[in-house]
């Protein structure tokens, strides 16, 4: 698999971190952190694994979206941007992990 196809993966791994950072879950940093190794690593298991990560990773920016966007609304403050800028990060985080997917060529030559 091409470099250029991980580097997104790599990208929303640390994002994921730095939010769990930023609430203090240490543990969910290191896991993140973690898992920038097997995305590096040749075997499918390892492909795999990441992948599943990336999903459930922009599956938590859905909820948190959610989440933000209803205690928006409760306040009277504005929710747009809010709702644009975790948008875009679930869709980014979402695309990394489909990248990771490997075509039928790839899977051919690496068999």
Known sequence: M???RRIPALFSLL???AH???FGHLVA??????????LFLRPAGARRLVRGAL?????LWIWVLIQDV???LAEGAPW???VCILGAVALFTGGSSWL????????????
């Open 2 to 4: 091409s470099i250029l």
């Open 55 to 59: 999903a459930l990773g922009a599956l």
């Open 80 to 82: 747009v941007r809010l």
């Open 70 to 72: 209803q205690i928006r």
């Open 15 to 17: 994002l994921l971190g």
């Open 29 to 38: 940093v290191g896991l993140c952190l973690a898992l920038i190794l097997p």
């Open 20 to 22: 769990f950072l930023r």
């Open 100 to 111: 990771l997917q490997a075509g039928p060529v790839e899977e051919a030559q690496s068999a």
